[in-house]
């Protein structure tokens, strides 16, 4: 088992910053790939970054690149979401997740961690 506990979320202006953090325990995280997914209001569930643990090799959703950045501190077994540009159309609850390398649904999510961006 793995548990995922996101902060970091909040009120900021449209091209503020913000940073998100995914504390992990339970596992280490040497197997997994880590994610980061939105949902807004009345709308499905979006990728929005994801980062290989072992390799460090990121990917990201078309509206994440550039201004999105994935990391990860192995001696914390934390993973960090650096947001900056943010604009009102990511405000969203923001969730961490882990999957098993191969897997391909992701087992393991957060709570959630609300990030409003007001224009």
């Known amino acids: 088992q793995v548990q995922l506990v996101e902060s970091g979320g909040g009120l900021v202006q449209a091209g503020g910053s913000l940073r998100l953090s995914c504390a992990a325990s339970g596992r280490t995280l040497s197997s997994y790939d880590m994610g980061w997914f939105r949902q807004a209001p009345g709308k499905e569930r979006e990728f929005v970054a994801a980062i290989v643990w072992r390799t460090g090799i990121t990917s990201y959703a078309d509206s994440a690149k550039g201004r999105f950045t994935i990391s990860r501190d192995n001696a914390r077994n934390t993973v960090y979401l650096q947001m900056n540009s943010l604009k009102p159309e990511d405000t969203a609850v923001y969730y961490c997740?882990?999957?098993?390398?191969?897997?391909?649904?992701?087992?393991?999510w957060g709570q959630g961690t609300q990030v409003t961006v007001s224009s």
């Open positions: 997740a882990a999957r098993l390398i191969l897997s391909t649904a992701y087992n393991y």
